[in-house]
């Protein structure tokens, strides 16, 4: 699913498919995320440095790629992803998250 995740809606000159609009991200697409998402923390601080990225997906996305994901996404902390930052890397552009997925309440 990471692969997926940033081949298909990221770099869509590797898919065939067009993307589907308004699309609305399921329970179990958010949990998929979040079990990448921890994974990916090394330090478990609840936040992705470049390495972390990096480590993960050298094979598909060079450097210059992942630093520019980390300066167009990364608007939290310097240098860090959040989980929501992270979401808007990896989900389609058009991708809806229902609030009741992320309501705490």
């Known amino acids: 699913i990471m692969e997926r995740a940033v081949i298909n809606y990221k770099m869509p000159q590797y898919t065939k498919k067009a993307p589907k609009l308004n699309q ?3 329970f179990k697409n958010l949990r998929d995320f979040l079990h990448i998402f921890v994974d990916m923390d090394r330090n478990h601080d609840g936040f992705l440095c470049f390495d972390d990225f990096y480590c993960r997906y050298q094979h598909i996305l060079n450097k210059k790629d992942i630093n520019e994901y980390f300066t167009e996404f990364g608007k939290t902390m310097n240098d860090l992803l959040t989980l ?3 979401l808007k890397i990896m989900l389609p552009k058009d991708c809806i998250i229902p609030e009741e997925l992320v309501d705490n309440e």
């Open 24 to 26: 609305k991200l399921g």
């Open 84 to 86: 929501d930052e992270f």
